[in-house]
């Protein structure tokens, strides 16, 4: 059974920093493509960042710059170090990946359907 399980979450001022983590387990592709999605009140669930299992990421505009996604392999962990965190970046922060054929096309065009095994999300709050 897959799990993905975020940590990390919390209250912080503008221009502070967090660092997100996501614990994924009972994964057996060799090839992922790994998300950070985002769901603030009232909105749709966007995506912010993927990395892929060569370690390739792509970002959204409004996060370039301030959000670096990573992984480790070794402890099956990616990572969303989140700086100059802003006020329009309070939501709750979900990592997903999907494996397979679509693993190849790892990017932010895909939207939350694309992807296989969600975590249950982390809350952030930028005050």
């Known amino acids: 059974q897959v799990q993905l399980v975020e940590s990390g979450g919390g209250s912080v001022q503008a221009g502070g920093s967090l660092r997100l983590s996501c614990a994924v387990s009972?994964?057996?592709?060799?090839?992922?493509?790994m998300g950070w999605f985002r769901q603030a009140p009232g909105k749709e669930r966007e995506v912010v960042a993927v990395i892929d299992s060569n370690g390739r990421t792509t970002y959204v505009d409004s996060v370039k710059g301030r959000l670096t996604i990573s992984q480790d392999n070794a402890k099956n962990t990616r990572y969303l170090q989140m700086n100059s965190l802003k006020p329009e970046d309070t939501a709750i922060y979900y990592c997903a990946t999907v494996g397979g054929p679509r693993a190849r096309f790892c990017t932010v065009v895909h939207g939350p359907r694309y992807f296989e095994y969600w975590g249950r999300g982390t809350q952030v709050t930028v005050s």
């Open positions: 009972g994964y057996t592709y060799s090839n992922n493509c």
